[in-house]
């Protein structure tokens, strides 16, 4: 025997061997570490989406009240000389009093029409009270439910009052006269905005609020007092729809700057740049900017609407810096709510925080209602001041020597600071100030691209991101651009499509609204496009028809069906998955839709889908082909020859490595099921029926010529089927271990006893079987019957599925689904059950309900009437009651005693069926095809029909929403694990370095030579009898497996450190374990004699263990092969086999080696094939046909070289390599032994030997390219177990004499090992299982004495 390190040396790296190695380990390649595994298969929480307005406003009619009384000042103001005298940009005394008032009526009404040109304006000049109200009340009629807005211009009358008046004049203007502003409130009603311009104008506000909340508590007493006057009266409107907007606070007067407006708050609030450029230039900081002046800044060339133009882009970027204030400082829904709902109010707003900023400068606080938090410090207003002074110091050579206007840097300049903000990026922060800016330049083409790609980047930093962008109203400039036709922004828009989509698929309508699937349709079929691109553009689409009936047919009409099915050969694997489930979610429910793709043959192009190498493509397809048959309208014979052959297209699946792919699968047989329901029920009593009259001997029990006979189970806990109760698994395990205990185990007991028995969903087994009625809290078909069932039809037929006739289809399907319902994936076959137990519920209440009970005793198929529900239904976790001896009890043992209580592990089963059950049985026994039952349900009038949706409805599996989820991640980001500052990349590189010290470490004492090996360091009793040992190649954790369940020990410490159920049926046991991904985050692999695999994370730490995945790794294991070893008929090796294996005599169970760098998993056992998984595509890949009439019992193979060696029971030791033909692959056939093969060990060196050994103790060596044995050793005969361990030239035997020999390569004894140490010398039991760990020297041992211990080489080595 070499040893590894010639191999590790490799002379040509000039790396030494540790680094190599821990080169090796970061190339290793991860198996089952995909998201599929790790997560959860269903959608992301829905986000509650808050930014659609829900009630979008218009202000729809102004009214302009001036009080100016021209020439005359009011009495309480003492006016400065020279003071403000513009008003609306007008001086009243340039002209007559009238022309004034009528020329700055006209002037106001034009500045508002610049912000909403489309309402209706009515001027009241120098008004009496009458004609206010006049004017109010027939706006408000006109206006209805919008908005209206009420301007006052208070500068001709005396300051508002304390009491809540304003003035206005009589018909004669000979006095002033209060108006109330109770009345203006009536008036005017709501919606409403104020705005008032006037000195002391704070008054205003507070009386508001006061006589609002008057008005309310005025209704609340009319509510109670049916006589008080306002109960007759009809509602008036409440006053918190008002918005007013003040010029000061209630003790502030306006300023009297003879620079400025007299009207400054209606100057900022209606012609913002104009007074922005005037203060600006009467700054001291202006002087900066030579040669401006005021009469220049009016000549200011370009229109506000214009934003190629100086002053267009002045106010563009005025807007943008505006709105990103507001989106800065105020809450969320008080922002939507000032500045998206309404365009004018959003307007007033803006311009409000100009008068702010400008007003404060003059001692003058405006106010606002809703309040707004100070924003005249803002650090946006120094980049306007910049972009002012940019532009007004271009102003003298644009207007003096017409030179071309440099456009300002402004939008350059913040769209850099987004994409600062976007690459420092931190998780937790605030988010970037520049978002609504980046809105408004999505409006300049100039930027537009730009933009685009950096609001991609922050959209891909999470469904948040979305949710903001949406907030600040993006939604309808993304929209609208999808009219452009610029190929340069498809790939931008289509991201941020998806993105959005992914986050609110409620959008959908608003896409087809305005044809927005138009543009998705054309970049899918564009096959210059890349393929992410049509990835994200065929989510959109699949978004798009998803439960959406418009656009269905919209992108029916847009050719959809035939652009997706072009598409499904496409290399890129995320392509091929969206183009199948949009597809799937075009036609499901949505006829014509199907009737194209059958034109199309779709479902014929969809096949080739269902061996991708991709499971979620394979899930996909599954998915897609599930709802084109799931259709329920009118049958033809073509579109049932049609659903026939999709049927057994999908049946071919059945035992798919990927259980996303199987559980789709249920799902999919669940919408034919649903569609072919009366011929299913015919199927389901046809089984009922067949599996009542036959009774299958349970493998366990088939008792064999000098075996005992089987003792009776100990009490069943219920077996823990859903991967939640496994979260009971420890809770479940003290009582197993008490069970255990309470036995005394004998070593020929038919394989300890089944405490975990899988039997049924309830709690006793015995009357498990039995048909309950629904509102038994257990399933009709347990999981024993269902199981018998699958048994009894032989279900080796199963591979042979294709090419069965139509009229059995239904048989067939059956047949799949009770497969399906004893899949070692709990998910997958809680699905099945749900299925099976649908119909045979609908089916047994359809057969006659009059035959309750047959001569007495409660047989098999039964339907328990609804009288009879008490009598022989227990409660769960109460005693059964006895079933009379005719009862034909599953497994014909002997009738079990009631069961002692246990602890339930999972909540009974309570079909969702609920009440429907008093009228389905008057379904005629057989019915027509079509034939939807009766049409009047008996009372209730419940429809029938209903039915049909039974299963449809409860059945999904979140494959669709799952996958959406990936466009709502971000897809930019580097994953944790690429990482280098990441903390999963650390953790991965301790690892690393753990292994290379061991590797070193352990190599240390291997190469000086070991010369004793029986230094005990570990002994413990474990739960119950090893029947597979695994060390664990790196830390200090070792896995024992009993019949069906899983013990991990820290063998430094000594401790127990995790104990769980690996969900096995009763009948099976574990008979493999491999440690999968054992240098990185380890997995275990579980394989049990009847073919299932499992692999379990999370275990031997504080979580609870969780299944991975699990699937059947060998179909067909086939029990008859479990005799003899069929060459040598001798005694001993007779009795070695019974010792082999406690449980079933003879039988090789599953063996399985793993190849951590290919990722590829040999299986064999019962059965004549080495089945090769490939557990990257979770797909069986190769069946080598051993061409041996007996089981294969040990595998080992070697990548680098491509051989697989099996050891069989008939003493043939075969040779395969992988790479050739199944007929020619066999490449070489040892048959030197005369009886079984105990283990078989290939090398893993370049010219690594197979050594080999049988249950006569002869250890042969052979040179694989020769057909001679190239040495022999004999050890001890009546071998039960031997391990080879791969570094240090030893291996270890263990008999059925009790005691355990370690030899070294000549064939010497170097330790022979009969008592436990310590344990009052206690002898060893028989000997079940042993192992080496692949680096150190120990052995670890099991005994049937339920023993556990290790030894190792002496301490001074160690």
């Given amino acids: 025997m070499k040893m590894d390190s010639d191999l590790l040396h490799s002379p040509a790296v000039g790396l030494t061997e540790e680094e190599e190695a821990d080169m090796n380990d970061w190339k290793l390649p991860l198996a089952f570490m995909k998201k599929r595994h790790s997560e959860k298969i269903e959608g992301s929480k829905a986000l509650a989406q808050s930014w659609r307005m829900k009630d979008r406003m218009k202000t729809v009619s102004v009214a302009l009240v001036l009080c100016l009384n021209v020439g005359v000042d009011p009495p309480d103001v003492v006016k400065t000389s020279p003071c403000a005298r513009l008003e609306c940009w007008i001086d009243p005394l340039s002209m007559s009093p009238q022309k004034a008032l009528e020329t700055i009526g006209a002037n106001l009404q034009k500045q508002y029409e610049n912000w909403q040109p489309r309402a209706r304006y009515k001027q009241s000049l120098d008004p009496t009270v009458d004609e206010v109200k006049k004017l109010c009340t027939s706006l408000r009629r006109n206006a209805k439910e919008e908005r209206v807005l009420f301007h006052y211009n208070g500068h001709g009358v005396p300051r508002p009052t304390v009491n809540g008046e304003i003035w206005v004049f009589n018909k004669n203007y000979t006095q002033y006269i209060p108006l109330s502003i109770y009345d203006l409130q009536t008036w005017m009603g709501s919606p409403s905005i104020f705005v008032y311009d006037c000195s002391n104008a704070g008054i205003i506000v507070k009386s508001f609020k006061q006589f609002a909340l008057q008005r309310e508590q005025e209704l609340e007493v009319a509510a109670i007092n049916p006589s008080h006057p306002l109960a ?103 922002f939507q709510k000032l500045f998206r709902q309404d365009l004018l109010v959003a307007s007033l707003f803006r311009n409000f925080l100009l008068a702010e900023r400008i007003m404060r400068s003059y001692n003058c606080t405006p106010v606002s209602s809703p309040r707004l938090p100070p924003t005249y410090m803002h650090a946006m207003w120094q980049a306007w001041d910049l972009a002012v002074d940019i532009c007004l110091s271009q102003l003298p050579t644009i207007i003096e020597e017409g030179t071309a206007f440099r456009h300002s840097p402004f939008f350059a300049e913040q769209l850099t600071a987004f994409q600062v903000w976007l690459t420092m990026g931190v998780e937790n922060r605030n988010p970037p100030e520049q978002l609504p800016i980046v809105l408004q330049v999505l409006l300049s083409q100039v930027h537009r691209l730009r933009a685009l790609d950096l609001l991609g980047c922050f959209l891909d930093l999470g469904p948040w991101a979305v949710s903001l962008a949406l907030s600040v109203g993006i939604f309808p400039y993304v929209l609208k651009l999808l009219q452009s036709s610029a190929r340069e922004l498809r790939p931008l828009l289509v991201f941020i499509w998806a993105k959005i ?83 799937g979610r075009i036609w499901q429910n949505f006829e014509p839709a199907r009737w194209c793709g059958v034109r199309d043959s779709a479902h014929e192009k969809l096949y080739t889908l269902l061996s991708d190498p991709i499971p979620e493509v394979r899930c996909a397809a599954v998915f897609a082909l599930g709802t084109f048959v799931g259709n329920s309208a009118e049958r033809t014979d073509h579109s049932t020859t049609i659903d026939h052959n999709v049927a057994m297209m999908l049946a071919q699946l059945i035992n798919d490595g990927s259980p996303v792919v199987r559980k789709e699968l249920v799902v999919a047989l669940s919408h034919l099921v649903v569609q072919y329901e009366s011929n299913f029920c015919t199927v389901a009593l046809q089984f009922i029926e067949e599996e009542k009259n036959y009774t299958v001997p349970s493998p366990a029990n088939t008792a064999e010529p000098g075996s005992l006979t089987p003792v009776r189970d100990s009490p069943a806990i219920p077996r823990l089927r859903s991967v939640n109760s496994y979260t009971n698994i420890r809770a479940a395990t003290t009582a197993r271990n008490l069970n255990k205990s309470l036995q005394n185990l004998n070593l020929n007991e038919e394989g300890g006893p089944a405490a975990f028995s899988p039997g049924n969903l309830s709690t006793s087994s015995s009357a498990s079987s039995t048909l309950g009625s629904p509102d038994n809290d257990e399933y009709i078909l347990s999981f024993e019957t269902i199981d018998k069932m699958r048994r009894v039809s032989s279900y080796s037929s199963l591979n042979s599925l294709i090419g069965v006739s139509f009229n059995s289809v239904y048989t067939q399907i059956w047949r799949v689904l009770l497969h399906l319902a004893a899949d070692p994936f709990p998910e ?44 022989h239904i227990h409660q769960a976790g109460g005693s059964p009651p006895m079933p009379s001896a005719s009862s034909s009890s599953l497994t014909n043992e002997v009738p079990k005693p009631p069961a002692r209580e246990q602890p339930a592990t999972r909540p009974p089963y309570t079909p969702t069926l609920g009440g429907q059950a008093p009228h389905s049985h008057q379904f005629p026994r057989t019915r027509k095809m079509f034939d939807k039952g009766p049409e009047q349900a008996g009372e209730d009038g419940d429809e029938p029909g209903s039915h049909r949706n039974y299963i449809s409805a409860a059945l999904q599996t979140g494959l669709c929403d799952w996958s959406a989820k990936y466009f709502a991640q971000p897809v930019m980001k580097i994953p944790e694990e690429h990482d280098l500052e990441s903390q999963v990349r650390m953790e991965r ?34 739960p119950g009898v090893p029947s597979v040992v695994k060390f664990h190649p790196f830390n200090t954790c070792i896995a024992v497996a009993d019949k069906d369940s899983i013990c991990f020990w820290d063998w430094e410490k000594g401790e127990r450190l995790d104990y769980f159920y690996n969900g096995n049926p009763r009948y099976t046991r574990i008979t493999a374990m491999e440690y999968l991904n054992g240098h990185d985050c380890s997995l275990l692999l579980t394989a049990t004699d009847d073919g299932a695999l499992r692999i379990w994370k999370n275990f031997a730490d504080q979580k609870n263990p969780e299944m991975v995945t699990a699937w059947q790794g060998l179909s067909d294991m086939l029990p008859t092969t479990r005799g003899q070893p069929t060459s040598s008929a001798h005694s001993l090796a007779r009795r070695v086999s019974i010792y082999l294996d406690r449980s079933k005599q003879g039988g090789a169970g599953m063996v399985v080696d793993w190849e951590q760098e290919t990722g590829l998993l040999m299986t064999s056992g019962d059965v004549r094939v080495v089945r090769i998984w490939d557990t990257d595509r979770e797909m069986k890949v190769q069946d080598i046909p051993t061409g041996a009439d007996s089981c294969v019992t040990s595998l080992s193979c070697d990548s680098q070289r491509s051989l697989i060696v099996a050891g069989l029971g008939d003493g043939s030791v075969r040779v395969f390599d992988r790479r050739m033909g199944p007929n020619e692959c066999r490449v070489m056939t040892y048959r030197e032994h005369g009886a079984w093969v105990v283990k078989a060990h290939l090398q893993k060196e370049t010219d690594g030997h197979i050594i080999s050994v049988s249950v006569n103790g002869d250890v042969r060596f052979f040179e694989p390219r020769s057909p001679d044995s190239i040495n022999v050793l004999q050890t001890v005969k009546g071998l039960t177990a031997l391990d080879i361990h791969p570094q240090a030239n030893l291996f270890a035997c263990g008999s059925m004499n009790q005691f355990i020999a370690v030899y070294n390569a000549n064939g010497d004894v170097i330790s022979n090992i009969k008592y436990y140490d310590g344990f009052m010398g206690q002898r060893i039991g028989a000997i079940s299982c042993l192992a080496f760990h692949p680096h150190w020297p120990h052995l670890a041992v099991g005994s049937n004495d339920y023993y556990m211990s290790i030894y190792s080489a002496e301490k001074r080595l160690r």
């Avoid at 943008?320 to 105020?330: E, G, R, S, Y």
């Avoid at 352990?1002 to 090996?1013: E, F, N, P």
Wanted: glycine share 4%; proline share 6%; charged share 20%.
């Fill in 232 to 334: 007759q009266m009809p509602l008036p409107p409440s006053m918190k729809n008002c918005i007013q907007l003040a010029a000061c606070e209630a003790s502030e007067l306006l300023p009297m700057n003879p620079d400025l407006p007299a009207d400054l708050f209606t100057s900022c609030l209606t012609t913002p740049i104009k007074i922005a450029l005037r203060w600006f230039c009467m700054q001291k900081s202006a002087k900066l900017v030579p040669g401006v002046t005021l009469d220049l800044i009016e000549k200011i060339p370009g229109r506000l609407n214009d934003r190629r133009t100086p002053l267009g882009e002045l106010n563009w970027i005025f807007t943008a810096i505006t709105d990103t204030i507001a989106w800065n400082v105020l809450p969320r829904d008080l």
């Fill in 501 to 583: 989509l992914a986050v609110d698929s409620s959008c959908q309508a608003d896409l087809v609204k305005d044809n927005g699937h138009k543009y998705f349709l054309s970049v899918l079929a564009d096959s210059y496009m890349p393929a992410e691109h049509r990835t994200m553009a065929v989510f959109i689409l699949a978004v798009i028809v998803n439960s959406y009936n418009t656009g269905q047919e919209a992108c029916l009409q847009g050719n959809l069906i035939a652009n997706c099915l072009e598409q499904l050969s496409d290399p890129h694997p995320l392509l091929r998955q969206w183009v199948a489930i949009c597809l």
């Fill in 828 to 871: 997958v076959s809680d699905l099945a059950m749900k299925v099976l137990n649908s119909i045979a519920y609908k089916a047994t209440m359809n057969a006659r309900p009059q035959r309750i009970l047959d001569s007495g005793s409660l047989t098999q198929s039964a339907p328990a009437s609804p009288t009879s529900k008490g009598t």
């Fill in 989 to 1022: 590189q301790w690892r690393f370095l753990r292994n290379t010290r061991v590797r070193r470490q352990s190599r240390g004492i291997t190469q000086r030579g070991v010369s004793r090996l029986d230094d005990q360091i570990f002994i413990n009793r474990n």
